[in-house]
Structure formats: C-alpha cells, structure tokens
C-alpha cells in the first residue's frame, strides 16, 4: 500500500508538472493560475499545494528537471580536474540544441524561459531568479573556455567573457529561428556542424583582444 501510494503522489506531481509546462508555455507564467493548472491537470489545488508552496515552487522544480542536468555539464566542463574541457563543453552546446530540436518539452521550456526574459514583466521574482540562474551559467562558460585556453585548446587573445555571450547568444538565435521557420534550418542535422562552426570562429579571431591589449583576464 505504501509503495502505491508513493507511485501515486509521483504520478500526481507529473500530471501537475505537465500540465503547468503546457500551460505555461502556451499562456505565459504571468497568465496562467494555479487553479487553470489544476483544472488542465485534473486535481484539486489542495492536491497541488501537497507538492509545491506556490506557483514559482511550481517553476523552479520545471527549471531544475529541464535545465539542471546542462547546468551540471556546464560546471564539470570548467572544472580544474577536466582534461578536455573544450570537447566536454562542445558535447554540451551539441546536446543542448539537440535536446530542444528533439523533445517538444523542452521546446515548451525554452519557448517558456524566453517568454520570462522578454515579455512576462509582471512575474519578477520569477525573472529574477532566471537571471540569476542565467548569470551563473555564463560564469561557468567563461571559466570553461578559459580553462580551454589553459589547456591550449583555444587562444590566450580570446576574450573570454565576451566569448561566452557570443555563444550564448548565437545558440538562442539558432533555436528561436528553427522553432519560428523550420525550413530555414535543420536543427536536428546541423547541430554539430553549427556548434564546431561556432567553436571554430573562436580558435580564428571571434572575440579575440586586441593585439595591444592582449593579456589576462
């Protein structure tokens, strides 16, 4: 009996989290209520405050199941103990648009996330924590790419901060594009050839310093 009604409780928080995935993504965080999530789910809103306190608990446990495992690749790719952190950080870039042209859930989250950056102004505890989560991942790439310069895998002219937002920022537009107009890029086939495009710029000039300003960071 116990066994099944844990079994329960976890199918119960599934239903609730993929209903609030659906509803977000579709509606905005902003727009959409803990009484739409439960009705799209089936359950009662007590049932929902058994498994989260509040909507952005809610959020937060969506963050952690889709992104948490990129974050903890991001962090073991910057390492000290990681020997290859330039191959380790290409599986990454190559996972992450893989995973999005793939899995319509994680399309629902990224539609989601780029929904709370740019247009869901009213839900600021939410966006500030997305910030915050944000930041912390271009810290990481930062310190992965100059861990790639430590092992001399990419130039000592990289500007490495800059390098970060440049690949951050290429990688979103890549998706945003391929969500918006599939035909103008197959993601699923290109996402190698993109990310070592993107890699390679950054061994040939993309980013560097100056000449005159070479120097650490």
Not at 41 to 64: M, P
Request: hydrophobic share 45%; charged share 25%.
């Amino acid at each position: 009996m116990v066994r099944r009604t844990k079994e329960e409780a976890q199918a119960t928080r599934r239903q609730i989290m993929d209903a609030a995935l659906c509803l977000f993504s579709q509606h905005g965080v902003s727009r959409t209520s803990l009484v739409d999530i439960a009705r799209q789910s089936d359950v009662t809103r007590g049932a929902i405050y058994w498994h989260f306190c509040n909507k952005e608990e809610l959020f937060s446990a969506l963050w952690q199941e889709f992104c948490g495992p990129m974050m903890q690749l991001i962090v073991a790719s910057s390492e000290a103990s990681e020997p290859d952190p330039l191959g380790k950080l290409r599986l990454l870039l190559i996972e992450m648009l893989t995973l999005v042209a793939e899995n319509p859930r994680h399309q629902q989250m990224f539609r989601i996330l780029h929904s709370l950056l740019l247009r869901d102004v009213e839900d600021t505890e939410l966006r500030n924590m997305l910030s915050l989560e944000l930041r912390f991942y271009l810290e990481r790439l930062h310190d992965a790419l100059r861990h790639a310069i430590d092992k001399q895998q990419l130039p000592a002219r990289l500007d490495t901060r800059r390098a970060a937002v440049f690949l951050q920022c290429t990688l979103d537009g890549f998706i945003l594009n391929w969500l918006s107009r599939h035909e103008d890029l197959r993601l699923p086939e290109q996402a190698v050839e993109l990310v070592d495009g993107l890699l390679l710029a950054l061994q040939h000039g993309a980013c560097w310093r100056p000449a005159i300003a070479d120097g650490s960071d």
